[in-house]
């Protein structure tokens, strides 16, 4: 075994630096080429990569901020800060390696690679990347199976404790189950989570909900992902979208109203907002909502379509984002945001008509993961939605796409938080398989090449974790400012799940590709992470891409 020594937290730190230093010099440059980020679209592919090395960057930075807190408790262990160091290691060599095949269109040469990245920098860097690191680190987690135990404050582990407990006796013995025969979720959830407050974390005392602050919601949203992605990490996520959208710019009485039945789980919510032909390109929605009047009542007539409206079967009310300003050359500023009352189904498919003659018609799209939840095709014909309804009233007529964007800022946060938990629970059963599966006559865990991709995966769900855990804290300060971030953080989180749950499948051999094993279960529902939410390339360009480029 090589005497390489284990990375410590200056070591993070050195390589924290270096990387922020290569790609401070590449965002002046990018913002000189794209004019303060007005012409990104003519060089998207520049723009890319360095939004993500940006984002790179800023996650070995909260890493090192998050372990130099814990260091200054006297919290951080010899293991956690060799983590740190390899994760950091990983990372900035991560983003030199994105930035160097750029370096000549961004106007920068040799000369800045070696005065941000020199010889003993990048000595450290490998050094900290060597297989006897990742080894030990792999041994650990061997060891102790994987388990997350990074230490928080008090009443940040009594909720994370209190929601593993919840999951691991409640979630995960259905799980398969539910993923296996693309079952629905089961209501003893919904009615358990709702007891337990999980869905009324952000909603202020005043209407209902507890207002743990982001941080509590993230660390739930990653214990309940751990578990299941698909029938328990992403049940939370359409009420908060509401919740914050309703916070933001509800009239008082809609507050009243809906926030407290939101709270608490009498109201589940389905997000209607992309359109067949519309994805990312939200300003360009096309369903049209009218003034009408029914049966004596005013309120607005719906017709048009929906796609990929997340839980809409189950769902008690849509939260949907129509065009109200019939000139579509008015882009974003002719949407409106409703609240549109269904009746709950079961099952694939539904059909709900009104007395009125509206009608709403909804069909599952069949996936090969992410399932419980269920995404639906929608087409509203005629459907009527009281005026009540129109989110803001008419103050907040045609500003649905501002207060859908603020509720998109918090669903991206808590997507960073299902990949965090959703790499775990990959780590954890990666952990336990090779170290009871046998081979050759020893475990697979005594072998070198399986204790450094333990290793490795450990190291790179630590930043993930450490910039989701940032976006949460600092969403509590100021979401707007704050919403650049957690774009960020879902973006690097989601990745990591991807890559940290493939490479505990081929440790599964081929057992990883069979149902037999939850890892199988794992791979297919991370595939799903870097697209809702906002799909990868358009949040790397129009979010955080123009963010960082903005002058």
């Not at 200056?10 to 303060?36: M, Y």
């Not at 961004?106 to 490998?126: H, K, N, S, W």
């Not at 017709?303 to 019939?326: E, H, I, M, Q, Y």
């Not at 791979?523 to 939410?533: G, K």
Request: net charge negative; charged share 25%.
């Amino acid at each position: 075994m090589s005497d390489t020594p284990l990375p410590t937290l200056a070591d993070a730190r050195a390589f924290t630096e270096a990387g922020e230093a290569l790609v401070n010099r590449a965002l002046d440059r990018a913002r000189t080429i794209t004019e303060g980020g007005r012409t990104i679209d003519d060089h998207q592919v520049l723009v890319e990569r360095v939004a993500y090395a940006a984002t790179e960057a800023r996650a070995c930075r909260e890493l090192v901020e998050q372990m130099a807190a814990l260091q200054a408790e006297g919290r951080l262990d010899a293991h956690l800060e060799c983590v740190a160091g390899a994760g950091a290691a990983e990372l900035a060599a991560s983003l030199r390696g994105r930035l160097e095949p750029a370096l000549e269109d961004l106007g920068l040469g040799e000369e800045d690679l070696e005065a941000t990245f020199p010889a003993e920098v990048r000595a450290r860097i490998r050094a900290a990347r060597h297989e006897a690191v990742m080894r030990a680190i792999g041994r650990r987690v061997a060891e102790t199976r994987g388990s997350n135990d990074l230490p928080l404050d008090e009443m940040h582990e009594q909720v994370r404790d209190s929601v593993r407990e919840f999951a691991d006796a409640e979630v995960y013995p259905h799980a398969e189950r539910i993923h296996r025969h693309d079952e629905l979720i089961p209501e003893d959830f919904i009615t358990k989570m709702g007891e337990l407050g999980y869905f009324g974390l952000s909603v202020p005392e005043e209407y209902g909900g507890f207002e743990m602050g982001n941080l509590a919601m993230i660390l739930t949203t990653e214990e309940l992902s751990r578990a299941s992605l698909a029938a328990a990490g992403s049940l939370i996520t359409r009420p908060e979208i509401l919740a914050k959208a309703l916070i933001g710019g509800g009239t008082e009485e809609q507050k009243k109203h809906w926030l407290p039945k939101i709270a608490s789980g009498e109201v589940m919510v389905g997000v209607a907002v992309t359109e067949p032909d519309i994805g990312s390109n939200v300003a360009g929605v096309k369903c049209r909502a009218e003034k009408g009047t029914v049966d004596g009542e005013e309120g607005w007539i719906i017709n048009g379509p929906k796609a990929w409206c997340t839980f809409a079967g189950r769902a008690n009310v849509l939260s949907l984002l129509a065009r109200t300003d019939p000139d579509v050359s008015k882009g974003n500023k002719g949407l409106s945001l409703f609240i549109v009352p269904k009746d709950p189904f079961d099952g694939h498919d539904f059909e709900m008509k009104q007395p009125g003659g509206g009608r709403l018609v909804g069909k599952a799209d069949a996936t090969p993961g992410y399932r419980g939840m269920h995404s639906f095709t929608l087409n509203f014909e005629d459907y009527f939605v009281p005026a009540a309804n129109l989110v803001g009233g008419e103050e907040r007529l045609g500003r649905g796409f501002y207060l859908q964007m603020a509720g998109f800022a918090a669903g991206r946060l808590q997507t960073g938080g299902r990949g965090c938990g959703l790499a775990q629970a990959a780590l954890e059963k990666t952990a336990e398989y090779v170290v009871d599966r046998d081979q050759f006559g020893h475990p697979i865990s005594e072998f070198q090449l399986t204790q450094y991709v333990l290793g490795r995966m450990a190291a790179l769900i630590a930043p993930a974790r450490a910039i989701t855990y940032a976006a949460a804290v600092a969403m509590d300060e100021d979401e707007r400012t704050a919403a650049p971030l957690a774009a960020q953080a879902k973006l690097l989180a989601c990745d990591v799940a991807v890559v940290v749950t493939q490479e505990g499948q081929v440790l599964h051999g081929g057992w990883g590709y069979a149902e037999e094993y939850p890892i199988s279960r794992y791979v297919v529902d991370a595939t799903v992470l870097p697209i809702f939410e906002g799909v990868k390339p358009i949040l790397e360009l129009k979010v955080v891409g123009r963010a960082l480029l903005a002058e």
